[in-house]
Structure formats: structure tokens, C-alpha cells
């Protein structure tokens, strides 16, 4: 699978003791059939990647969170831009 520059990328860990590697495709070196790609990992470090066959995997993406109720949501502002708390 050949991948976009600003795609999300997990990698298999390389080794038991590690959970996966995340990143975001910085730059495409090489195109299909063989892809290099340039890849800036969640660590803040950046690497030359040519993935084996099924290694590197698009991130699922995020769900946004539902949005809560804060005391901010609970005051509304006037037309001259001062703040009161909705009655309730």
C-alpha cells in the first residue's frame, strides 16, 4: 500500500519489549513497487523507512470526544462582551 505525505503511519515494534512506532509521512522518496518513504515518528525523531511487506500500517483515526458541559459552556456573553451565568 503506497502512502500520502501527512498520512499517520503505525510500524511494528521492533522488538517485545516495545509497543508500536507512530508517525506521519513526511516525504515520499520512492514510489511502488518498493516505497521510501521519510517519516517523522511521535518521538520527535526522523528516519529513512523502506517497510517490508504489511510493516507499516495507516493509523486509525481518532475519534473526537463528545463534548462536555463546563462552566464556560454554562455562561453566555452580552453584546458589550460581558460574561453571566445562565439561570437555571
Same mark, same amino acid.
Given at each position: ?56 500500517? %495507516? @493509523?486509525?483515526? +481518532?475519534?473526537?470526544?463528545?463534548? #462536555? &458541559? !463546563? /462552566? %464556560? @459552556?454554562?455562561? +453566555?456573553?452580552?453584546?458589550?462582551? #460581558? &460574561? !453571566? /451565568?445562565?439561570?437555571?
Amino acid at each position: 500500500m503506497a502512502f500520502e505525505v501527512g498520512t499517520a503511519v503505525l510500524t511494528q515494534a521492533g522488538s517485545t519489549s516495545k509497543g508500536p512506532r507512530a508517525g506521519v509521512i513526511e516525504e515520499v522518496l520512492r514510489g511502488d513497487p518498493s516505497p521510501r518513504y521519510r517519516v517523522r515518528w511521535d518521538d520527535g525523531h526522523e528516519s529513512v523507512l523502506t517497510p517490508a511487506d504489511g510493516a507499516l500500517k %495507516a @493509523a486509525p483515526r +481518532r475519534r473526537r470526544p463528545a463534548a #462536555r &458541559t !463546563t /462552566a %464556560a @459552556a454554562k455562561s +453566555r456573553t452580552t453584546a458589550k462582551g #460581558r &460574561t !453571566t /451565568a445562565k439561570k437555571r
